[in-house]
């Protein structure tokens, strides 16, 4: 068995770089050594409490589902992917056999499997190491002129998209998006290329609303000065992206009667209060989304090779022996969007 260094959640507040084993390979299979890892709020989240919205750590955990790399070795059934292709991975493994699978819905898979994740036990291992053995068609080989700092935001670019279409054709439409975390922000350009006429942000910090409005906000409110309801414009769509419970009736406050709040944010665990009467009453449609299909994921990837420039999101770069402090920076949303781990290869 090789051993290889790993960022590894036990717990919360329990982040440890670490050896652990890496699983034999299949022949279907190949192992990549990341270049750059992206640090995502559901990390963060794995990192401070232990879980993420319903999904609770129960051993030991390697985070990180936003990774880019190079093939190192390929199983003996893997055609196209030779080793030294530079690929950006799909942390998304669906089963391919359940009902959702088999309607062609993969996002929706009952029985999928998402690196670095909790939600089934055993856990999926996430990417966080030096090596990781991934399924070949989970790697996507990048153009040349596309860098692993820039690819490793086609996860969170590849949430945003499908979260978008959710809210419908958003053309000249009103949007509102409340959280401007990384994902919030990405959903802001993801509006703004859809040809949103009008984008407004919130948070409760300053720093991030100036990233949103960078990406295409028109206009941005901490809702932790001023109180939302009395100066956000009313909405065709909303997009709640921060995950905080108080977000919901500023969202059911602000649509238009037969508006659309989609969630994307994962809220705290359990039952959360919601304004139903104001969806009953304004007959609003409330959708959720959360994961995506291959096709979205390599749409992302095409975005960004095609000059979607992300690259103000990116704050903070580590190595990975600095990864609880990267962790740390990242949690410091009034002076970090997106940190990234960088492996030196060895
Ligand atoms: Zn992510
Ligand atoms: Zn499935």
Redesign the pocket.
């Known amino acids: 068995m090789t051993e290889v260094d790993s960022v590894v959640a036990h717990g919360a507040h329990d982040l440890r770089v670490q050896r652990t084993e890496l699983p034999m390979m299949s022949a279907s299979e190949v192992e990549v050594a990341p270049a750059v890892g992206g640090i995502c709020g559901s990390d963060l989240h794995y990192f401070h409490d232990g879980g993420v919205g319903d999904f609770t750590i129960r051993e030991p955990l390697v985070l990180g589902h936003e990774i880019a790399g190079t093939v190192t070795r390929i199983g003996g059934d893997v055609i196209g992917l030779p080793v030294g292709t530079r690929v950006a991975i799909d942390p998304s493994r ?9 309607r062609g819905e ?1 996002n ?5 499997r998402f690196l670095g994740s909790a939600a089934r036990t055993p856990h999926v291992q996430g990417g966080f190491r030096r090596r990781i053995v991934v399924g070949a068609a989970q790697c996507v080989a990048l153009p040349d002129d596309l860098n692993f700092a820039d690819a490793v935001f086609a996860e969170p670019l590849a949430v945003a998209f499908p979260a978008v279409g959710r809210g419908g054709p958003l053309l000249g439409r009103r949007v509102l998006v409340t959280g401007a975390g990384p994902i919030g922000a990405l959903i802001v350009l993801a509006a703004h290329r859809a040809g949103a006429a009008e984008i407004t942000v919130t948070d409760v910090l300053d720093a991030p609303l100036a990233f949103a409005r960078r990406l295409g906000a028109h206009a941005t409110v901490n809702v932790a000065e001023i109180d939302g309801d009395g100066v956000i414009e009313e909405c065709d769509v909303a997009f709640e992206a921060s995950g905080a419970p108080a977000a919901l009736p500023t969202c059911a406050a602000r649509l238009r009667p037969g508006g659309r709040l989609v969630l994307v944010g994962l809220l705290p665990p359990g039952l959360v209060p919601a304004p139903g009467n104001r969806v009953v009453t304004r007959e609003l449609d409330v959708v959720g989304s959360f994961r995506f299909v291959g096709a979205e994921f390599r749409a992302a990837l095409d975005a960004l090779a095609t000059g979607l420039d992300v690259s103000a999101l990116l704050t903070g770069r580590f190595g990975i022996d600095d990864a609880v402090a990267a962790f740390e920076t990242a949690s410091r949303r009034e002076e970090s969007m997106k940190v990234q781990i960088v492996f030196d290869g060895s």
């Open positions: 669906p089963c391919g056999t359940c009902e959702s699978c088999r993969r929706l898979c009952t029985d999928g």
